[in-house]
């Protein structure tokens, strides 16, 4: 985060150094970028501040305190005008609209604005989601619309012309405004560019793509995905000659061109470098040009598998003793009825465990179900033991929600015996954060089933939501590590691939390699310290993310952050409560040691006729830099409890 809140431009920030959270201030600068037109740096982002006649239009928004001490008067405003639904754009609007500012939205956006309390009481978004589009950044509360914007509008203002501009890209419908005052344009380009040649984050351009006859893969598959879309938006928006681009967040940019194509670089070198080692290359043949049809080229690192591992089908196997005893590895769908078949064949003796690779509900759907027809143990790795327990307490994609008890819970390198074979639980965070290795060995035979986080293809790093980290030693680098002590005899087992698959030495020391390559690209795109943080969307996060409660009773939180530095980092978190709750512990603080995770406790009581669903959101103060509301959670009043362990 080097650059956080720098400017491009000598001068032209005049801090006004207020450097601590507390209820009134936040870190505040304002500066003229072309006549009558201000931004206003106001803690995480930036607001545009037009001026005619003594009146003002601003273009994102601020709470009206913060406005006040920037020195706009929010009984001044006229219009506020808004890029996209996320609610730090839209801060203080609900407020800035009772004192009697009109309030602008894109139109493909709008009802995420009128109704934002409908997207909070849907589940969509939050289990069995493969879909990440709208974000769960959007507004907590509604904020009432008086006009929708589609691209192309315009309209005058006090001598003052506005133009809305595609800025799909990050969010479904977002716009871009061209504002032209006194012969000069300045563009307002919301989350579509942070900085020359950077963006805030990547998991937000997660997006489906089709290609061919028929083919298709959906956000969940679509790393990046949505680059095009947004680098299309900002050729628009360099169509209107902008003689100043001011992003939401991040620095406000002189030379437009140049930082644009300096984004269309560093976003294609990220791409290029993924596209090569992804997994898709064996999923999706032929979705991308760089991804040829006939995957023969792949065909030599497929393996037959050893006579002990049965395919159970779906995407379950099972490893079979002498005696006919077995452990099914992962359990969804009509697993428990195939089980039970193989069993009635002779091809299966009694089930002994269930491990769990990883938590994605088409590996843990039917555990339950299984545990109770095979009356076994389920055994799952640290790494993931209490996302299985308590799955409401994460925002994940693939989440399921019914709670699955873990017998026994492994560590990282714990070996034991099973009937003749010897088993090895390992952290595996590849295709999930959340995920687990088990090697299986029996005299001069190693299997090691890795869940989904290779295929002959190469890395599964597809769904940036899921947490795949950058960082050396972290994420698929320490997978790497794993996989060269292992070494190329080690067979390779991924549940959606038919039989097994191994890499030579030559094939892990190229994907390293390209692993490192692409960790620099990143760093040259993303704006922080550590590219983890513009690649993992729950570094900061509420635990539990949705948690039920009765009205009139406290309710607990920790923020948990994730510190993905290299040096230790200090955190202040404030709990933003809805009207009518009654604050405890309302901030903390927190050192964070580097590569480690720690949390801050916040409390407040649910008024006594709470009902529904109540959305909490956490402002984040990271080493000095105000980050806005990074994170909310979810309080659930009455209803039906559902998700209890049957
Ligand atoms: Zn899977
Ligand atoms: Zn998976």
């Given at each position: ?219 969940y598959h679509?790393f990046g ?45 990220c791409l290029r470098s993924y596209w090569k080692t992804s997994a898709g290359r064996w999923y999706f ?5 760089e991804w ?6 792949l065909?030599?690192r ?56 990883h ?69 595996f965070p590849g295709q999930t954060f959340?995920d687990?290795a ?10 090691l089933?890795l869940g989904d986080s290779f295929t002959p293809g190469g890395m599964d790093d597809y769904c940036a939501?899921n947490r795949n980290l950058v960082a050396k030693?972290h994420g698929y680098d320490r997978c790497l590590d794993v996989l060269e ?7 390779l087992?991924n549940?959606h691939v038919?039989?097994?698959f191994a890499f030579?030495?030559?094939e892990l020391a190229e994907m390293r390699a390209e692993l490192g390559r692409r960790r620099?690209?990143l ?12 690649l ?111």
């Amino acid at each position: 985060m080097g650059q956080w809140r720098a400017s491009t431009f000598a001068g032209a920030i005049i801090a006004l150094g207020v450097s601590l959270i507390n209820t009134e201030g936040r870190a505040m600068s304002s500066v003229e970028v072309s006549p009558g037109v201000s931004v206003l740096s106001a803690g995480a982002i930036n607001v545009g501040v037009i001026r005619a006649e003594g009146r003002v239009l601003l273009v994102g928004c601020a709470a009206p305190g913060v406005l006040e001490r920037g020195g706009v008067r929010p009984s001044d405003v006229d219009w506020v005008l808004l890029t996209h639904h996320f609610r730090d754009e839209a801060e203080g609007a609900r407020e800035l609209a009772a004192m009697g500012a009109k309030i602008a939205v894109p139109a493909a956006e709008r009802t995420l604005f009128e109704h934002a309390e409908a997207f909070w009481s849907s589940d969509e978004w939050r289990v069995h989601a493969y879909h990440y589009h709208p974000s769960p950044r959007t507004l907590r509360v509604s904020v009432p619309v008086d006009r929708a914007l589609a691209p192309g509008d315009a309209f005058e203002w006090r001598g003052v012309e506005v133009r809305a501009l595609d800025g799909r890209g990050p969010t479904d419908g977002g716009l871009a405004y061209a504002v032209t005052a006194n012969g000069r344009t300045v563009a307002f380009a919301g989350d579509l560019i942070y900085g020359p040649g950077q963006l805030r984050d990547l998991y937000s351009l997660q997006g489906e793509r089709t290609w061919g006859e028929g083919g298709k893969y959906g956000e969940y598959h679509g790393f990046g995905e949505r680059a095009a879309v947004a680098l299309r938006s900002l050729d628009g928006v360099l169509a209107a000659r902008p003689s100043v681009l001011v992003p939401t967040h991040g620095i406000v940019i002189r030379e437009a061109a140049h930082a644009v194509a300096a984004l269309r670089t560093n976003l294609d070198e990220c791409l290029r470098s993924y596209w090569k080692t992804s997994a898709g290359r064996w999923y999706f043949a032929g979705a991308r040009p760089e991804w040829p049809v006939d995957i023969g080229y792949l065909k030599p690192r497929c393996r037959k598998l050893p006579s002990w591992v049965v395919e159970v089908g779906g995407t379950s196997r099972a490893i079979v003793a002498g005696d006919g005893h077995c452990i099914v590895v992962d359990c969804a769908g009509d697993v428990p009825s195939r089980v039970a078949e193989l069993q009635r064949q002779g091809k299966l003796g009694a089930v002994d465990a269930i491990w769990v690779t990883h938590y994605h509900d088409d590996h843990v759907g039917a555990v339950n179900e299984l545990r109770a027809a095979q009356q076994c143990a389920v055994v799952a790795h640290e790494t993931m033991a209490d996302i299985l327990q308590r799955p409401d307490a994460y925002l994940m994609p693939c989440l399921d929600p019914q709670p699955i008890r873990v017998d026994r819970v492994t560590r990282d390198g714990e070996t034991w015996s099973w009937r003749g074979f010897t088993l090895t639980a390992l952290s595996f965070p590849g295709q999930t954060f959340y995920d687990a290795a088990l090697l299986v060995q029996r005299g001069d035979e190693r299997v090691l089933f890795l869940g989904d986080s290779f295929t002959p293809g190469g890395m599964d790093d597809y769904c940036a939501l899921n947490r795949n980290l950058v960082a050396k030693g972290h994420g698929y680098d320490r997978c790497l590590d794993v996989l060269e002590k292992l070494g190329p005899s080690c067979l390779l087992v991924n549940e959606h691939v038919d039989g097994a698959f191994a890499f030579t030495e030559a094939e892990l020391a190229e994907m390293r390699a390209e692993l490192g390559r692409r960790r620099e690209a990143l760093r040259r795109l993303l704006p922080w310290d550590e590219p983890d943080y513009g690649l993992d969307p729950q570094w900061a996060r509420c635990d539990p993310y949705l948690q039920r409660a009765a009205p009139g009773m406290a309710v607990g939180w920790n923020l948990r952050l994730l510190n993905h530095s290299r040096t230790a980092k200090r955190a202040l978190v404030r709990l933003r409560a809805p009207e009518g709750w009654k604050v405890l512990v309302g901030d903390g603080s927190v050192l964070v040691r580097p590569g480690r995770d720690a949390s801050v406790h916040l409390a407040a009581v649910a008024p006594p006729d709470a009902s529904g669903r109540a959305v909490v959101g956490f402002e984040v103060r990271w080493a000095g830099a105000d980050l806005g509301e990074l994170a909310e959670g979810v309080v659930q009043f009455g209803g039906p409890a559902r998700g209890r362990e049957p």
